[in-house]
């Protein structure tokens, strides 16, 4: 039995898409703490970033050490192009996951989890982790199964119930069959799919005697009631929890109680959405914080409190190893230098329906007048909903496609309102974005955290800094009293 893991008091946060890259998490493993990629949409990433030549030979060297040959040749086969493809030529699509007939789209996401957990861990033995969205079901099995074959040390999920994750884990790790039930919007009941990870393509795997190791799950919570919830059954218990709050980057859980925004429009948090950490210690269960942690005294204390550490997002998505493009790290750090900039807690921008933190910055989806000239087009698809349409048809839709596709599938065009596309969004703000038709470029969406306090001691000047020196800053700093102030809502009720 191998011995229990010494957990990090550090879990650099696995952001957007492509933005906790590979590169990023192997630097943080490589302190000692925790790196982690984003699972999000690794199956596109994959295809894009063979697609733009793969500089550097990163991933063709990763799809190498993939132990079916024959399935990463036929990656290369179909999605690599030497030297990359012409300025502004359309980026080749991918396939779909889909309840049915999608074992083209499973197999991609095999591959690109594989690859971006391969690479991640190459060359040292730090912690390495991946994060998925458990509303982006149909992707979670051969996703936990690409990056378990790569040797996935945790894997975090939130954006959601994550009930089935650890029965998952251990299912994966054996390299059985698995089911996962998906919702499906208009059936009173979940929809079972099944991913046999032996099969197909894959059944090459069978005599190769596979020994694989079940990554710890932790549970991305707001609150402990969801954590004492999941502890109940031994199916749905996990090896840990980060507990997050609305202050944190990306999706966020709405608040609890009657919905009410505030005069800028943004959802307001009260007393019940503040995580009692005397209630969360007593589950005796290792948990981290999230939200406003980017401090070297809020470490401290939540170390004092009972959490292992702290999960910080932000403060390594501005850093040079994060795959956030240059231009826009540059002008994020300026701006909040300046002043002049506002992270926005959107209650409507993503389809999710969960509140979703937007940078404002000229020339991204954040600007009133870059969203209406984007012709609406939904060609990645992975936030889409399955749904049952009036006819009975399965059906996937997203709230933030053509309104006409929306309504045809049977979806209401109230939910339509103020929804962007996330998926072009988030892979042009990473550099991949699809060209369209003119010469034009699907814009960026940014979303950070709303603290940004940390840029006074790491880029007092807005300059650059990298990720060790966010984890030597968090490990060495002595906490200061003017700081103080912060600690607060890392209290009891807090």
């Known amino acids: 039995m191998p011995a ?51 500089p550097g030979g990163h991933i063709r ?23 990359g493809v012409a300025p502004g030529a359309r980026l080749r699509a991918t396939a779909r996951l889909r309840v049915d007939r999608g074992e083209a789209a499973e197999l991609l996401t095999v591959l690109g989890n594989f690859v971006e957990v391969w690479l991640a861990k190459e060359g040292h033995d730090g912690l390495v982790g991946v994060n998925y969205l458990e509303k982006i079901q149909l992707a979670t099995a051969p996703a936990m199964f690409g990056a378990i074959l790569a040797g996935a040390d945790y894997v975090l999920v939130g954006a959601g119930i994550p009930g089935q994750i650890p029965t998952l884990a ?10 996962t039930l998906v919702t499906v919007d208009g059936d009173e009941e979940p929809l079972a799919h099944t991913f046999d990870p032996l099969s197909g393509a894959l059944r090459q ?22 954590a ?17 709050t609305h ?45 406003e942690a980017a401090h070297p005294q809020r470490l401290a204390e939540a170390r004092r409190l009972g959490a292992a550490g702290v999960q910080l997002g932000s403060v390594f998505a501005l850093c040079e190893e994060s795959g956030l493009r240059a231009d826009l790290r540059t002008e994020l750090r300026a701006r909040a230098r300046a002043g002049t900039l506002r992270v926005r807690n959107d209650p409507q921008a993503s389809p999710t329906a969960f509140p979703f933190k937007v940078a404002e910055l000229p020339g991204t989806l954040s600007d009133t007048a870059v969203r209406a000239a984007r012709r ?24 933030a496609e ?21 998926c072009n969004g988030l892979f042009a703000t990473v550099g991949l974005g699809q060209r369209r038709p003119g010469g034009a470029v699907e814009p960026p969406i940014v979303t950070l955290g709303q603290d940004l306090g940390f840029l006074e001691d790491l880029s007092p000047d807005g300059g650059p800094y990298s990720a060790a020196r966010v984890v030597d800053w968090m490990l060495a700093g002595t906490p200061t009293p003017q700081r103080t102030s912060g600690l607060r809502r890392f209290g009891p009720c807090a």
């Open 228 to 244: 004492s919830y999941l502890m109940r059954d031994a199916s749905t218990r996990p090896d840990g929890f980060v507990i997050e």
């Open 247 to 291: 202050r944190a980057g990306g999706h966020s859980a709405p608040p609890r109680g009657k919905p009410a925004l505030d005069g800028a429009g943004e959802p307001v948090y009260g007393p019940k959405d503040r995580p009692d950490l005397a209630k969360m210690a007593a589950l005796g269960m290792p948990f981290w914080l999230a939200g």
């Open 376 to 399: 609406p087009v939904c060609d990645i698809g992975h936030l889409g909903t399955p749904a049952r349409a009036a006819n009975g048809a399965l059906v996937h839709r997203c709230a």
């Open 402 to 422: 053509p309104i006409a596709a929306y309504l045809r599938k049977g979806g209401r065009a109230v939910d339509t309102a103020g929804r962007q596309c996330l």
């Open 170 to 179: 251990s299912k994966l790790a054996r390299a059985e069959s698995v089911t």
């Open 4 to 54: 229990p893991r010494v957990h990090p008091q550090i879990i650099q946060g696995g952001m957007g898409v492509a933005v906790s890259g590979w590169r990023l998490a192997r630097t943080v493993a490589g302190t000692g703490q925790l790196g982690v990629v984003s699972g999000t949409a690794l199956d596109v990433v994959l295809a894009r970033r063979l697609q733009l030549g793969d």
């Open 205 to 226: 795997l069978r005599p190769k005697g596979l020994t694989l190791r079940r990554p710890d799950v932790l549970a991305i919570v707001s609150l402990p009631v969801l």
């Open 61 to 83: 060297r990763a799809l190498a050490a993939f132990p079916v040959p024959e399935v990463a040749a036929y990656a290369l086969d179909r999605y690599f192009v030497d030297g």
